[in-house]
């Protein structure tokens, strides 16, 4: 189990840039999109597979950011009393109630932790077995988005280099699951996948150059 105040060990921060466009990217699409997610946070998560060529497996997966760890334990009590409060009123009240959280809610990348990005699976998928077989990974997030008006629009590949850790309970995984619950109900089975950040590549167009944090 881990607690907030080790949420981050073993990690390194982030590409600045990478962060604050995730935020921008994800203030976007709650003030614009009504939450639809960008293919912006959905990355493909490569890890190890034995018998399958070349030795490794792709899986989608919609990633999410963790609040600042000194925020953490707050955030998720905001994130739970909204979720209690406005659920009584039916689940278009509860949605509206946490997209007008979320846009206030991504205001600053400063308000973030620099070294993690989380998901919540079920438990029982391929890639959970392959994470808790193996747990270093990476998280590719691929964009050709040009034209549109979203944060970053442009071409992007990047290669997230993490060590991921799958969490069954303690304050990332409470984090992660109440956010979830705002929009999508109760995720009874899932785990929540907490990768922490080693190095980021920039692989477009063939290329394997470090970026710097």
């Known amino acids: 189990m881990e607690s907030a105040l080790t949420m981050t060990s073993g990690a390194s921060p982030l ?7 995730q935020v921008r990217l994800r203030a976007w699409t709650a003030s614009e999109r009504r939450g639809a997610p960008h293919a912006g946070v959905a990355p493909i998560v490569l890890v190890k597979q034995p018998g399958i060529e070349p030795g490794a497996s792709a899986h989608s997966v919609v990633c999410g950011l963790l ?10 009590r905001e994130m739970r009393e909204l979720y209690e409060t406005a659920s009584a009123n039916g689940s278009k009240a509860l949605y509206d109630e946490g997209i007008a959280y979320l846009c206030r809610y991504y205001a600053s990348a400063k308000d973030f932790d620099a070294g993690s990005i989380t998901t919540l699976v079920s438990n029982d998928t391929a890639l959970v077995k392959a994470l808790r077989a193996s747990p270093d990974c990476a998280l590719v997030f691929h964009v050709f988005d040009i034209g549109t008006q979203a944060p970053g629009g442009g071409m992007r590949t990047q290669q997230i280099c993490c060590r991921a850790e799958v969490l069954t309970a303690g304050p990332v995984y409470e984090n992660v699951w109440w956010h979830n619950a705002l929009f999508h109900g109760f995720a ?26």
Do not use: I, N, Q, Y
């Open 15 to 21: 590409p600045e840039e990478f962060l604050e466009w």
């Open 67 to 76: 609040p600042r760890p000194d925020r953490l334990e707050d955030t998720t």
């Open 188 to 213: 009874d089975g899932s785990v929540v996948v907490h990768f922490r950040h080693r190095r980021s590549l920039d692989t477009r167009f063939g290329m394997l150059e470090p970026v710097r944090a």
